[in-house]
């Protein structure tokens, strides 16, 4: 979880623009009953004020999402992707 908190915002990464603040570490939410979560393992790196608190982000209207076309599943696996790609 350390190294999540480490790396930068996947979806500004992913939308190719410059990260404003903080990452956060958010817990990817599974399933439709919107109060489950999943473990440690699955959470993503999100800068603070706009992707993951912010009025676009996936606490919000979840508008990025949208416009990558992906899910929070997606997310978590891009940043899998990252975080075990570049180790080899
Ligand atoms: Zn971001
Ligand atoms: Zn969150």
Redesign the pocket.
């Known amino acids: 979880m350390g190294r999540i908190a480490k790396m930068a915002c996947i979806c500004c990464t992913l939308l190719d623009r410059q990260q404003q603040s903080k990452t956060?570490?958010?817990?990817a939410r599974v399933g439709h009953g919107g109060a489950q979560r999943a473990g440690d393992f699955c959470t993503?790196p999100?800068c603070h004020d706009d992707c993951?608190?912010g009025r676009n982000?996936?606490?919000g209207d979840q508008t990025y999402l949208r416009i990558l076309k992906m899910t929070q599943m997606d997310l978590l696996n891009a940043t899998l992707e990252r975080l075990y790609g570049e180790s080899r």
Not at 24 to 27: E, L, N, Q, R, T
């Open positions: 956060d570490v958010h817990h993503i999100l993951h608190q982000g996936v606490h």
